[in-house]
């Protein structure tokens, strides 16, 4: 009698130990109702607009090709604020830097830091610029910034 007792028990205790409670409800978030509002002809706002010179010179963009005979053109002549794009298809690398070098001083910021096949800088400053590769420096070129 007392083994079927101890059974018992140790079934209660058992059953206990693998009862889950049961999960506590939580609160239910309250939601806002919001509406979206879609254009309709009476709140649609006419926007126009112009391009201007110096808009357009700021999206124009001039390609400098680089060989392994050196840079094509040599010389190039853009409006301040002319993006100049310098696209590498020569076996050996491209790092486009401002002269002289190894400082690269004379436009500070016109460095491509690193070699790679393409470089794109936007040049604001008026005057003319000397530039070279830094992989070969007898490979250079110039460009001529005016306003």
């Given at each position: 009698m007392s083994k079927l007792i101890l059974v018992i028990i140790s079934g209660l205790v058992l059953a206990g130990c693998f009862h889950q409670p049961k999960p506590t409800p939580q609160p239910l978030t309250e939601v806002n109702d919001t509406t979206t509002q879609f254009p309709t002809q009476d709140n649609l706002v006419d926007e126009t607009i112009v391009a201007t010179p110096a808009a357009e010179a700021m999206t124009e963009a001039t390609v400098?090709?680089?060989?392994?005979?050196?840079?094509?053109?040599?010389?190039?002549?853009?409006?301040?604020?002319?993006?100049?794009?310098?696209?590498?298809?020569?076996?050996a690398g491209m790092w486009v830097a401002s002269a002289p070098h190894p400082a690269h001083t004379d436009?500070?910021?016109?460095?491509?830091?690193?070699?790679?096949?393409?470089?794109?800088?936007?040049?604001?400053?008026v005057g003319t610029w000397k530039y070279h590769n830094h992989v070969n420096t007898s490979h250079t070129g110039t460009i001529v910034v005016e306003p």
């Open positions: 400098v090709t680089y060989s392994d005979s050196g840079f094509s053109p040599k010389s190039v002549t853009v409006k301040a604020g002319t993006t100049v794009k310098f696209e590498s298809v020569a076996e436009y500070p910021g016109f460095d491509q830091k690193q070699t790679g096949t393409i470089y794109q800088f936007t040049f604001t400053k």
